[in-house]
């Protein structure tokens, strides 16, 4: 039995979206604590505690943010408080603050919530819409605070929170504190923002004490234990195999690279993502310097290529450039509306270039971001290859604006690197998209080019496993002489029995375009068999394309208009949908 003592809540509600996942430790170490009871599936206890403080404050949350387990959620805390004392209390005069952490896509808010912390208030997507409309209630006993997370290479940069802190205070909310925009690197700078704000909520010394129980053997680890390896701290491993996977015919350039990890703890499960701390093409370093009058600087080189993004043009860059050397060009570009056409397929280099100006070393790093990581689902089964992690990286070029272009992590394994180079790795852990508990269980798997990668984990797993479910498979790609990825391994698994099937899409070797979504409808009906059987269904790739048209094509499928969309939103419910969209 553990046991936690925790106040009234002060703190009403926090929500995260994916910021959850990828701020966690941070915010565990700014004195946010997760814990999930084994005992009721899907329920996740948050205490928020100052670092060195005496109390804490309950939050709860369910794994889909649904007003229903959100219902159910409050029934079970209720039960377990202390006797004749309830955890929540129903009075507006409890919903003392809103403590909103946002993460910031170039989309709505639905795709993107993965998990709420929930108390008092409604979840986050329902919360969000109800905030924006006509109807939404006067929060005059509401204090609230904004951290806004985004990356500033969008356009819509921090948009979420913006309107979300912007309507609270219309509503009548009471500002504790100023709300924060932060880039990617945002980890050091939210965990002060957390620290402070938490310290400016903190409830009154004399707050009433609710004693909440939860039940999970003491020997148990807990499912969130901190990776060992992160973004701040990598492993350096060595690559032991780079290999091109496409024909020599194909118009694709499609890596697949072996990662050594050695006798390190690193470790990952399918569907989880490992990130690349990548470096720079000193090429592209070189003709940065040399278009900001830094030319033949070579001290500047190493830290342009370990350290700063020297690729992302983006509105507050161009901002900073334009106070930096007194421009009136560069600050209307930075503030009219011609910047999303003018950065469409420019980089940092085009801007010094098209507007000359003579640098110092302090002046353009100053200008600069931090590199940011990269993010590729694993793909392989740390049982079946021990002490490996593979990896599935389609190199990017394109040309534009008189340069030629080059995805900076892509090409750093397809042009820069080699077998027995290392490369600096670690894990990202993706909860939401797992296989599942039991291996009787059928699955389906949907993904386009490199969005195969999870399904190769996810299979060498089941074989590792011995697990006896049906699987099938839907890829796409352009042509099947040329682009068909991993092959030989599939027919391998057919002819196991590990996949029950596969169904291809190549798009290029008919008149007609034919993707993973014409096939999900020509098999409607097996498919929607398979689903009814127990089937849980995985969707990973390009979001704006192929995931969008594979929802429409899973709701077309499941039923007609509303009763289809309310079917497929029972299955992610149910943790039988995922998708790794990017």
């Not at 229903?68 to 005069?93: K, T, V």
């Not at 170039?106 to 709420?116: C, E, N």
């Not at 690193?266 to 003709?287: K, R, V």
């Not at 190199?395 to 397809?414: E, I, L, N």
């Amino acid at each position: 039995m553990t046991e936690r003592t925790l106040v009234p809540p002060r703190l009403v509600t926090i929500t995260l979206s994916h910021f959850c996942e990828k701020a966690r430790w941070g915010l565990e170490r700014a004195g946010v604590a997760f814990q999930e009871d084994r005992h009721a599936p899907g329920l996740h206890a948050l205490a928020v505690r100052r670092r060195g403080g005496r109390h804490a404050t309950p939050l709860l949350a369910t794994a889909d943010g649904s007003i229903e387990g959100s219902s159910q959620i409050l029934q079970w805390a209720d039960a377990r408080a202390a006797p004749g004392r309830e955890l929540y209390p129903h009075d507006p005069a409890a919903r003392a603050a809103v403590l909103s952490l946002e993460q910031e896509f170039d989309d709505d808010l639905g795709p993107h919530v993965r998990r709420v912390i929930y108390y008092g208030l409604l979840p986050q997507r329902a919360l969000a819409m109800r905030l924006m409309t006509d109807g939404a209630p006067r929060l005059e006993d509401m204090r609230f605070a904004v951290l806004a997370l985004g990356d500033t290479a969008y356009a819509q940069f921090c948009a979420t929170g913006k309107a979300i802190d912007a309507r609270l205070e219309a509503l009548g909310a009471k500002r504790a504190a100023n709300r924060v925009d932060l880039d990617l690197d945002f980890a050091k700078a939210a965990q002060a923002w957390t620290d402070a704000t938490l310290d400016t909520l903190k409830p009154p010394e004399d707050s009433r004490v609710v004693h909440v129980t939860f039940k999970a053997p003491a020997h148990d680890e807990p499912d969130d234990a901190e990776p060992a390896f992160t973004a701040e701290h990598p492993l350096e491993a060595e690559i032991s195999a780079l290999v091109n996977l496409n024909g020599t015919g194909s118009t694709r350039e499609t890596w697949h690279v072996e990662l050594g990890l050695g006798d390190s703890a690193f470790s990952y499960e399918p569907g989880d993502a490992i990130g690349l701390n990548p470096l720079n093409d000193p090429e592209l370093a070189a003709s940065l310097l040399d278009a900001a009058g830094l030319a033949g600087n070579a001290a500047l080189i190493k830290p342009l290529v370990e350290k700063y993004d020297i690729t992302t043009l983006t509105r507050p860059v161009v901002a900073a450039f334009a106070k930096l050397t007194g421009r009136a060009d560069l600050a209307a570009l930075a503030e009219g509306d011609d910047f999303t056409r003018y950065a469409s397929d420019r980089q940092l280099a085009d801007l010094f270039a098209e507007h000359p100006e003579k640098l110092t070393p302090e002046q353009l790093t100053g200008l600069l971001r931090p590199l940011p990581g990269r993010l590729y689902s694993v793909a392989s089964s740390l049982k079946a290859h021990p002490g490996e992690a593979h990896l599935l990286i389609g190199a990017v070029r394109w040309h534009s604006h008189g340069r030629d272009r080059k995805g900076v992590a892509s090409t750093f394994f397809a042009d820069r690197r080699k077998a027995g180079q290392t490369a600096r790795i670690y894990v990202k852990p993706n909860r939401h998209f797992r296989l599942p508990t039991d291996g009787a269980k059928p699955i389906i798997m949907v993904g386009a080019g490199t969005g195969i990668a999870p399904y190769r984990g996810f299979i060498e797993e089941r074989v590792e496993m011995g697990a006896s479910g049906k699987s099938w498979l839907f890829f796409g790609e352009r042509n099947y002489t040329n682009d068909f990825l991993y092959q030989l391994e599939w027919q391998d698994h057919l002819a196991g029995k590990a996949l029950t099937r596969i169904d291809g899409a190549f798009s290029r070797d008919q008149p007609e375009k034919i993707y993973v979504q014409h096939r999900l409808w020509e098999r409607r009906d097996e498919l929607k068999g398979w689903i009814d059987d127990g089937a849980h269904v995985y969707v990973c790739g390009d979001e704006k394309g192929m995931a969008k048209d594979v929802d429409a094509t899973l709701v077309r499928i499941l039923g007609d208009g509303e009763t289809g969309a309310a079917k497929l939103a029972e299955l992610r419910k149910a943790g039988r949908y995922q998708r790794d969209v990017y």
